[in-house]
């Protein structure tokens, strides 16, 4: 379906000025390889800055990789990039284009610039709207919506004019539960009845455990890791996740907390620490009882997540991935 | 979250050749002037929600500057040409300035990705905001038109010229907007040209040009809006001389052609990075 050889961009050294500081080059997508089999809802995972939209970026055409090549349904988009226009959807991070219509004329000038004419851009305009539910906010400007809801709407401009991919860059940044339903069942609504494939890039684990078939964990512009969430996990399947907080400082002056300081990842008052179980057995019995347990506040055990797998694959960023 | 399996999908993994069987057939194109109608529909929309408060300024500019002049002005060529000026500014105000920063904002933003990932032709995208922005001017130089005309007793009868330098000086003025907004490295230099366009088509267009120095007339007649200007003044004349105005006209529509040409090159450049 999508297969991309190599991919490579470097953006060139910028030299400081006054007030900017110089940055040096970046090499934002660095021999990427990837094989997005057809009806797959294949992730790009990693925190913000590991390169995700500029590889996005390459494989819809509107960037000229430095080197590599993609090929999305047989046809070569780095030397064709105007027909990527014609495969895919895009629903980019930015609605810029679209903030000053209204949700029902956004979806349809969207339609008709997808090449539909005026009646079937007008009947697939109120169907997916009715699907997703903004048939009542139809006639208001994006700019009046909330983050969520103007993020609907240009998901739903994005499915006028059907297409065999659709590319979502974080599709559901700041939406509410309901809204996220939405969009999941209309994403596999498209898969079930017309095969369509989705390329999604995401920062946030659970989205990407709860609905990838495979991802694609990026760092630093290089993939570490690519297969199902399930066989990711299973790198990391022998430990478990403790989280510490505790009230004020940690209880250095107990020496069994002393000594799991090497080992832990600290953020403030929250320590994180990676286990074999039958070592976070004995820590939770530390820390829940005795000198310790005064100074805690809160604890949690956990199995891994894909976040412990993007830490455990020696991703650089410690924050920058999201649990919600 | 996600209920249907890969594999059990029609033409799913199992169908996994997929692609040796030769490429995939692409979706329709938009054809130029659908695409056009669709893209000058929906930025004429805009005018609702983003643009009102501007057009009232646009007005409220020209027939301010008509009322300061007319202290300074008697009447004869110095009255029509400033109210040609301050007319064809209306024009200079929306179409070059506006438009702009409308594109040089949406290319800053990323907002062209939405356009550049559709299969429009690059024209219909230019030539439809910028038939919208010259459409936007049409209210506020009639306005301006008219009270001119009134406040400096000029004759009403060849009012209807308006149909043809509307347009025409508004593609010729749109097209530099929109290239000057596409070209621009960074929204606020987008801005800024947009701004110094506007202002020389004011200091230029209304300003009565026999008692510039040489060197300004010069750059009056290097700038597009002049000549609709010009073509305008004539007609307030008790016997116009019709072959100038045409001549005039079809400037303003040569570099309407031009700097369309320009700005949908630009827009091509500025949409793949």
């Known amino acids: ?324 | 979250m996600s209920v249907v399996p890969a594999d059990v999908l029609p033409g799913g993994v199992l169908a996994a050749g997929d692609g040796a069987a030769g490429p995939a057939e692409l979706g329709p194109r938009a054809r130029l002037w659908p695409a056009l109608a669709a893209v000058y529909r929906a930025q004429l929309s805009r005018a609702r929600v983003a643009r009102i408060p501007l057009l009232f300024v646009a007005t409220f500019q020209s027939v301010g500057i008509m009322i300061l002049m007319r202290g300074v002005v008697d009447g004869g060529g110095e009255a029509r040409a400033v109210v040609a000026g301050s007319a064809v500014l209306v024009v200079a105000f929306v179409a070059l300035n506006l438009l702009a920063q409308y594109f040089g904002q949406l290319r800053g933003s990323g907002g062209l990705d939405h356009y550049a990932t559709l299969p429009v032709p690059p024209a219909a995208v230019v030539l439809g905001a910028a038939g919208a922005y010259a459409s936007f001017t049409v209210p506020g130089t009639v306005v301006t038109a008219v009270s001119g005309c009134l406040l400096f007793g000029l004759p009403l009868a060849h009012l209807w010229i308006l149909v043809a330098v509307i347009p025409l000086a508004g593609a010729a003025l749109a097209g530099l907007g929109a290239a000057l907004g596409l070209l621009a490295p960074r929204p606020e230099l987008a801005t800024l040209l947009g701004q110094l366009g506007m202002s020389a088509a004011l200091l230029l267009g209304v300003l009565p040009a026999d008692r510039m120095p040489q060197a300004v007339k010069l750059a009056r007649d290097l700038l597009p809006s002049t000549y609709g200007v010009e073509a305008f003044a004539r007609t307030f004349g008790d016997h116009p001389d019709w072959a100038y105005v045409l001549g005039d006209l079809a400037v303003c529509a040569g570099v309407g052609v031009v700097s369309l040409a320009v700005a949908t090159w630009a827009y091509r450049r500025a949409a793949v990075r």
Not at chain 1, 100 to 112: F, K, P, Q
Request: charged content about 25%; aromatic content about 4%.
């Open chain 1, 1 to 324: 379906m999508c297969v991309v050889r190599g991919l490579t961009k470097t953006y060139p050294a910028v030299r400081g000025r006054r007030g900017a500081p110089a940055t040096p080059e970046v090499r934002a997508t660095d021999d990427v390889t990837l094989h997005i089999r057809r009806g797959e809802i294949f992730g790009l995972l990693g925190p913000n800055g590991a390169g995700k939209s500029t590889l996005v970026r390459q494989m819809t055409g509107l960037m000229r990789p430095d080197a590599g090549s993609v090929e999305i349904l047989g046809h070569d988009i780095v030397r064709h990039p105007e027909r990527a226009a014609r495969i895919l959807a895009y629903l980019g991070q930015e609605s810029t284009a679209l903030d000053e219509l209204t949700v029902s004329l956004a979806a349809e000038t969207t339609g008709r610039l997808r090449g539909l004419d005026a009646r079937r851009a007008r009947a697939e305009r109120d169907a997916v709207l009715d699907e997703l539910g903004l048939a009542p906010l139809a006639a208001r400007p994006l700019k009046k919506l909330s983050g969520g809801q103007r993020r609907l709407a240009c998901f739903a401009a994005a499915l006028v004019g059907q297409r065999p991919l659709l590319v979502l860059d974080e599709p559901t940044t700041g939406m509410d539960p309901v809204a996220r339903r939405a969009v999941w069942a209309a994403v596999d609504r498209r898969r079930a009845e017309h095969g369509a494939t989705v390329l999604l890039v995401t920062h946030n684990v659970i989205e990407a455990e709860t609905v990838l078939d495979r991802v694609a964990v990026l760092d630093r512009g290089r993939v570490i890791a690519c297969d199902s969430p399930a066989g990711l996990k299973e790198k990391v399947a022998g430990e478990v996740r403790v989280d510490l907080v505790w009230r004020e400082a940690a209880p250095l002056h107990v020496p069994e907390v002393a000594a799991l300081r090497d080992r832990t990842v600290e953020s403030g008052r929250r320590w994180t620490l990676r286990l074999a179980p039958e070592e976070a057995r004995a820590v939770v019995a530390t820390v829940t009882g005795g000198a310790a347990f005064a100074a805690l506040d809160d604890f949690t055990l956990a199995t891994p997540s894909l976040e412990d797998v993007y830490l455990a694959l020696g991703g650089a960023a410690r924050q920058g991935l999201v649990k919600a």
